[in-house]
């Protein structure tokens, strides 16, 4: 797993039905490339996320609409990686860091 879903990569990461961007900015080194994020307003307006851009970092695996979670998961040694996951607080309209979990490869 290299973590690359390509260049700009159009998702709703927000959960709110309306689709944002993910914009590479950078090759990265083990943990693959990192991304810019971009959430598009109710004006159709889209404005960097500086907490998914400058925390999340990598790309998320897995986008968990029910639980409003984004999923990640990032080389961390020879061993393995390291399970990442973000949530949502629609209400507030903010993101919080929620567990990492180290994966043994294999």
């Not at 990265?28 to 598009?40: D, H, S, T």
Request: glycine share 8%.
């Amino acid at each position: 797993m290299d973590n690359d879903y390509g260049d700009v990569v159009v998702a709703d990461f927000n959960f709110d039905g309306r689709e944002d961007l993910a914009v590479k900015y950078s090759s990265g080194g083990n943990g693959g490339p990192q991304y810019n994020y971009y959430i598009q307003t109710e004006q159709s307006i889209f404005k960097l996320d500086n907490f998914l851009t400058e925390q999340m970092i990598y790309f998320p695996t897995e986008i968990d609409a029910k639980r409003q979670r984004l999923i990640n998961y990032v080389h961390a040694n020879a061993l393995g990686e390291n399970m990442n996951v973000y949530a949502y607080n629609s209400s507030r309209r903010t993101w919080k860091f929620v567990k990492r979990r180290f994966r043994r490869a294999g």
